[in-house]
């Protein structure tokens, strides 16, 4: 882990920290360190030493999460603020070690009970027909809500059998190339004997014609010691 990564999961964790805590209107620090953030992390993109990609994302997400906080406090009705609530997604792990829950999903979890309780305290002041209006756009939330969970339950589920028809795929790939390599050996071993076999041919055909050779000149040389051998026996014979 590169030094300039170390100081973003400080500043990460100090910003985290904040939003989880009350804050005042006046409040102005968790806005600018929110900002360094974002500038951090397009730079730690683009240094050498960045980490993976899979906790680059995980960085991104908790970002925009404190980024999408920031502009839901904003908000000015407490609906509004629910609602703004319910696209937020926090990360999925937890930003230093001695965290047992993610910060982010902490902060959530606080933010959306403290936009729950804003939303009752509206409610009681409201005439019957607004509260009518208000519970209704409070199950029309619910709902929303309801969806993006079993969104995120969907989402968890693709991204689980896409790593398990990865694994699968590798282990088939692996498993080819094992096959493949023991075939390609078996090639390199009948060649070398092929080779052995083509060589010891070679020889004895080369053998067998030198045999052959020898045996037709002993026949020539014959054939010509008996000619001679005919021509002056059968004048003495005369």
């Keep these: ?32 360190y929110v900002a360094a953030l974002v500038d951090m992390l397009v730079a730690l993109r683009k240094s ?96 929303h809500h309801n969806l993006q969970e079993k969104l995120a339950e969907d989402m968890l589920n693709l991204a689980r059998n896409l790593k398990n028809n990865t694994l699968a795929a590798q282990n088939i790939i692996k498993q080819d190339n094992q096959t493949l390599s023991q075939s390609m050996r078996q090639a390199d071993l009948n060649f070398e004997k092929l080779k052995t076999e083509s060589e010891r041919l070679e020889q004895h055909t080369k053998k067998s014609v030198n045999w052959l050779l020898w045996l037709m000149l002993i026949l020539v040389s014959f054939t010509f010691i008996s000619m001679i051998l005919f021509i002056r026996i059968f004048p003495r014979l005369r």
């Design 48 to 143: 050498p030493s960045k980490p993976t990609q899979e906790i680059l994302t995980e960085y991104t997400r908790k970002v925009d999460f404190l980024k999408g906080l920031l502009e839901a406090e904003k908000l000015t009705s407490p609906t509004e603020k629910a609602l703004a609530n319910q696209f937020l997604a926090p990360g999925r792990t937890p930003t230093i070690a001695n965290e047992r829950m993610p910060a982010t999903k902490t902060v959530h979890i606080q933010s959306k009970a403290r936009c729950t309780g804003e939303m009752r305290d509206e409610l009681l002041v409201l005439p019957l027909d607004e509260r009518q209006s208000a519970a209704e756009l409070d199950a029309v939330l619910q709902h």
């Design 1 to 32: 882990m590169s030094k300039y990564e170390i100081n973003f999961i400080r500043l990460l964790s100090r910003c985290e920290t904040m939003a989880s805590e009350k804050r005042g209107e006046a409040e102005w620090r968790l806005e600018k």
